[in-house]
């Protein structure tokens, strides 16, 4: 596979980060769960950039995560986006560069609406979701 350069999708403070094995607790949902992704702090209507380059596959309004796009990547890896404004910069078909931008951070993800604006952000390797820190430039 194809070597792929990172980017912060947006520039923010991790507000929760990438946990299966422990449980974290949802302030929304007000119970405890596995968060498949991380949570970066971002103001609403900031534009939000893909992580990596790739063609974009589906472009979709999730009933708990909101407006979604979903990347896939030479690397083998699949980036979805989530919480993002109604209105997105891709569709379906689109081939993106590391940094384009897709869309904008909205709040449209009831599931995580008791938080403070934010991205969603969940890469999957071969469908099981991998810490998206590990792959994001420090």
Avoid: C
Avoid at 31 to 60: C, F, I, M, N, P
Avoid at 79 to 104: F, K, Q
């Amino acid at each position: 596979p194809k070597e792929v350069v990172y980017t912060w999708p947006v520039k923010g403070e991790v507000l929760r980060g990438f946990s299966l094995e422990t449980l974290a607790y949802d302030v929304t949902m007000g119970d405890w769960r596995t968060h498949s992704g991380v949570d970066l702090a971002a103001e609403a209507g900031l534009k939000v950039l893909a992580a990596g380059e790739g063609q974009v596959t589906q472009v979709y309004d999730d009933p708990m995560m909101g407006t979604t796009v979903v990347v896939e990547q030479p690397d083998g890896i699949t980036a979805v986006y989530s919480n993002l404004s109604n209105e997105t910069a891709v569709s379906p078909g689109d081939s993106v560069e590391t940094g384009a931008v897709l869309g904008a951070v909205g709040d449209t993800a009831i599931a995580e609406s008791g938080m403070e604006p934010h991205l969603h952000l969940e890469l999957l390797s071969d469908g099981e979701p991998v810490d998206p820190l590990d792959y994001l430039p420090q």
